[in-house]
């Protein structure tokens, strides 16, 4: 895909992601689950400031996750069970499991529903493999979005214990086995809760549950391809361009305009779609005239990406902006204030 990859062990001690006060990397997969202590100059809150800078990272989980990653995780919303409890589901497990029942299929009917995170792999219908860790996430954290769960007959516990001594840690559909975030600043961070969930096995391995379904291919393949697409920012990126506003009249822009004027606004917006920046074809972009509060609120006309409103200045004086606040699931949060 046109990236230039690096490979690092996790302890390594010469291990940094910064030189010269820049960054070095624009983006960073952690498969290393069970590190206790990252090498060198890298640590939870160095990748936090590496998200905050605006980078990607990718991160798998194991049956045993180490304080780096558990630190990082929490920092973004991400509990992970404890050490050595898997997710188990004694009604959805796949035929060559080892009889605890940790070797789950997981249905495309509880992957998100967003085509620019997951590709057409709800729409294949292809059941998936995974053998991890459960997670749960925080309710309260309108960032991150559930991609993938598991079934209502599912749970996460240690599969070496023969009797719930607790309550488990997550149970149902509130087991996540994926989840992204994508904080603010349109950084992206993907949680997958299982290793083995990118392996050549599980892409190329048929399926056959033990209800007798079978599938001669995961999803696996075709999810995780998506899945890293959409972190990397390979997708669902926008970006806003050559902004203009005139007096419909005459197309003149003079240095302020009056109430009742007739205006048109307009703006090119693209999408980055394989490598290459296309017009955005979406259709339910707004504009808002505001002071203070919007006055004027209009959905905009999509002619090959280039958008444009048409609206009357309202009979109020005042100094006025247009904004543009376009935040749909799956693209980057795209804000544009013009006075």
């Known amino acids: 895909r046109g990236f230039e ?7 390594d001690s010469s291990l940094q992601i910064v030189k010269y006060g820049e960054y070095i990397y624009d983006n960073i997969i952690l498969f290393a689950p069970g590190t206790k202590e990252f090498g060198g100059r890298l640590d939870a809150e160095v990748l936090t400031e590496f998200i905050d800078a605006g980078g990607n990272i990718l991160i ?3 049956n045993t996750i180490g304080d780096a990653i558990r630190e990082f995780a929490g920092e ?6 404890d050490d050595k409890n898997a997710v188990i589901d004694h009604l959805n497990y796949d035929a060559n499991d080892d009889g605890q029942h940790t070797l789950i299929v997981a249905s495309p009917d509880n992957l998100l529903t967003s085509e620019l995170i997951t590709g057409q792999a709800k729409r294949a219908g292809l059941p998936f493999l995974f053998r991890g860790i459960g997670m749960s996430s925080d309710p309260e954290n309108p960032l991150l979005l559930d991609v993938l769960t598991g079934s209502s007959s599912s749970y996460t516990a240690n599969p070496d214990e023969k009797s719930l001594a607790e309550y488990p840690i997550t149970v149902g559909k509130r087991t996540l086995l994926i989840s992204v975030l994508q904080a603010r600043n349109n950084a992206r961070v993907g949680f997958v809760g299982s290793l083995d969930f990118f392996s050549n096995d599980f892409f190329d391995s048929a399926v056959r549950s033990n209800d007798g379904k079978k599938s001669d291919k995961s999803g ?3 999810l995780a391809v998506s899945l890293t697409d959409w972190i990397f920012k390979q997708r669902g990126v926008l970006r806003a361009r050559n902004i203009r506003h005139y007096l419909k009249k005459d197309k003149s822009t003079p240095r302020f305009y ?15 779609v ?7 074809n979406g259709t339910d972009v707004q504009l808002e005239f505001v002071r203070i509060d919007p006055f004027v609120r209009a959905t905009m006309k999509n002619k090959g990406g280039q958008l444009e409103a048409q609206f009357c200045v309202p009979d109020t004086y005042g100094i006025y902006k247009f904004v543009i606040d376009y935040n749909r699931v799956g693209y980057t949060h795209l804000f544009s204030a013009t006075q």
Do not use: Y
Not at 76 to 81: K, L, P, T, Y
Not at 274 to 280: D, E, T
């Open 5 to 11: 990859i690096t490979f690092r062990s996790s302890d």
């Open 60 to 62: 798998a989980g194991s």
């Open 76 to 81: 973004c919303g991400i509990e992970f069970a």
């Open 220 to 222: 696996n393949e075709e």
């Open 258 to 272: 009056t109430i009742k004027n007739d205006l048109v606004f307009n703006v090119q917006f693209d999408e980055f």
């Open 274 to 280: 394989h490598g290459k920046w296309m017009p955005f």
